[in-house]
C-alpha cells in the first residue's frame, strides 16, 4: 500500500480515501472492462494505470470484466490478446493486484434484464421508442428538441412491458 506522502491527490483517489477512512468500503474493487472484440490501445493502457494504480495505492484489487455484450462477435485471440498485455502492463509493479480471472458481461445477462424489468415496473425505467435516426437526432439536439421525440418516458411502466 502506497503512504499517504507518496499518494497522488484528484478526486478519484480524494473519494476512494474517504470511502475507506469513513467505513463506507472495507476494501477497494476496482474494474478493467475491455471489449474482447479487438486490440488493446493507449487509452485501455491509461484505463489499467488508473484501475490497478487505484487498487494497489489502497491495498484493493482490480477485476478484469470482459465487456462482451456481443458473445458472437468476440473472439478467444482478443481476449488471450487482452490479458497479454494486461500482465505485461502490471508486472512488478500491480500484479498482486489483479483479482483473478477474468469476469463476462455476458455471464450476467440473465440478472440485467431481471434488474431493468424491475426498474421499468417501479417506473424508474422505460423502452425507448425512437427510430436509430431519431436517437442520433436526440443526443445532437439534447434539450433543445423541446421534447419533439417519442421516447416512451412518459409511457407506464406496464406499457413498456
Known sequence: MT?????????IRDIVAEDL???KYKQICTRFPP?????????????I?????????FGGICNIRMDDTNPIKEEAEYVESIMTDVHWLI??????HLGGKPVYAS??????????V???????????????EETDAFRRLGKASNGNF??????????SM
Open 118 to 132: 424491475d426498474l421499468i415496473r417501479k417506473g424508474e425505467a422505460y423502452v425507448c421508442e425512437m427510430t436509430p
Open 21 to 23: 477512512r469513513t467505513g
Open 35 to 47: 471489449e474482447p472484440n479487438g486490440y488493446l490501445h493507449i487509452g485501455h493502457a491509461k484505463s
Open 49 to 57: 494505470c488508473l484501475n490497478f494504480g487505484i487498487a494497489r495505492e
Open 150 to 159: 417519442r421516447t416512451g418516458r412518459a409511457r407506464c411502466g406496464r406499457k
Open 107 to 116: 455471464d450476467y445477462f440473465d440478472r440485467f434484464y431481471e434488474y431493468a
Open 3 to 11: 503512504t499517504e506522502t507518496e499518494r497522488p491527490s484528484d478526486f
Open 91 to 96: 508486472d512488478g509493479w500491480a500484479d498482486k
